[in-house]
């Protein structure tokens, strides 16, 4: 069976890793189901397929804007 989640944390993790930890937790903890990187990437895996399928699999997409996502590639890629 696949899974599917409410939303996609896209975020930079220079500047806005608490941020995005926090706001996983909390909307978890009202019972949503959220795509976060820490916690949907398994050690050993192609990461760049795992984010791909987390994108397809989410309802919503969340962007955190903060200085370092807006100029990630890898934040770039999953917009």
Request: glycine residues 6%; charged residues 25%.
């Amino acid at each position: 069976m696949s899974e599917y989640y409410n939303a996609f944390i896209s975020y930079g993790r220079a500047d806005s890793k608490s941020f995005a930890t926090k706001l996983y937790e909390k909307l978890t903890e009202n019972g949503l189901k959220i795509w976060f990187d820490q916690n949907d990437i398994p050690l050993g895996v192609d990461f760049q397929n795992q984010i791909d399928d987390g994108i397809i699999k989410a309802d919503n997409f969340l962007f955190i804007i903060a200085p370092h996502s807006i100029n990630s590639p890898y934040c770039l890629k999953e917009i």
